[in-house]
């Protein structure tokens, strides 16, 4: 959004208030790179309208911060609420992720320049800017659009004199992805979990500290289930659909020794019964970063779909849940 204007006064979009007629002032400002604006004593009910080279803009939700004073707005840069099925949106892309932000210190409010910044699975580094802004670029070659898409990411944030800082389970959806980044002084590390992947649902996040280096397990041996996707596949109306016969479940993972694709039927009441399952995968590639397994898609209408295995110590992961999946083969 850089470049865009943010008026702030009595508007059709709110934010913070639930009623137009609480916001009584309007002012006008211009965004900075990331589409961010600095400005002083942002009063707690207010009203917005987002433009970009004067065409205005829905406002999808905003979110902010009461001890850092910020607020960070989401808009729809297309204008449209309801994607059609003539748009080409499910295609696969090879546009990478952007993650991006300005860092800022919680308790003074000022942005921190110098802040290290690193994926942690993948290994890109890049550092704030003197103005605190960072950009990250992950590669993202998945489905547009999907819901959920099929692979996280965990950046680090560290300076001297600030707690480390973990936002963890980020979803790696191609195009640019605004983040809300509050460093804490002191020492020992926060850690922020994204929510949203589990079991497709947009739970709030996670946050909770510790005293040292935030480490899951002290294990180096732990599995994880980086991803799972479903290979060829497209999107219709909220379901993940099979369009041709072969179409396989394509698992990344490491430190497993068995990985299965699990689902209930639909229909059949998620719980009520234990879950179906297609059986044990087939491990297809080895390689340092992660294994790759494979198994072809049975003739389902799931309600929920997912991955689980068994890691080297015994212990059962789970991957994300994919949600409705199905088959409609052309005839």
Known sequence: MAGASIEIGPGTACVGVSKLADAQWTARYVTEPAGRVLIQGLPREFSCRVTLHGRELLVVRGGG?????????????ENREVEGDAL??????????????????RDAGQLISGVKVTALRRGFTTTSDA????????????RKGKTPPTAIE???????????????????????IPLEVLLEKGTGTVVRRNRSIHNGGTTEDEVFTFAGRARQAPNGNRGEIISLDIEPSVYEGGWIMCKQRGAKAVVKGRHLKSVEILWYPTGTGVGLLGPASAGLM???????????????????????????????NGKTVRSMDLGNVGWNVEP
């Open 65 to 77: 911060s009461e001890k850092a004073r910020q607020t960070i707005l989401w808009v729809e840069t």
């Open 282 to 312: 087939k491990r297809v590639r080895t390689s340092p970063p992660g294994d790759t397994w494979e198994i072809e898609v049975p003739d389902v209408m799931a309600t929920n779909f997912w991955a689980q295995g068994i890691d080297v």
């Open 88 to 105: 080409d949106y499910w295609a696969t892309t090879n546009e990478a992720t952007q993650f991006r932000a300005y860092i800022q210190d």
């Open 131 to 142: 103005n605190g802004l960072f950009t990250l670029e992950v590669p993202a070659s998945y």
């Open 154 to 176: 965990t950046l680090v944030f560290s300076k001297p004199g600030y707690r480390r800082f973990e936002y963890r389970d980020l979803i790696l959806n191609p195009g640019v």
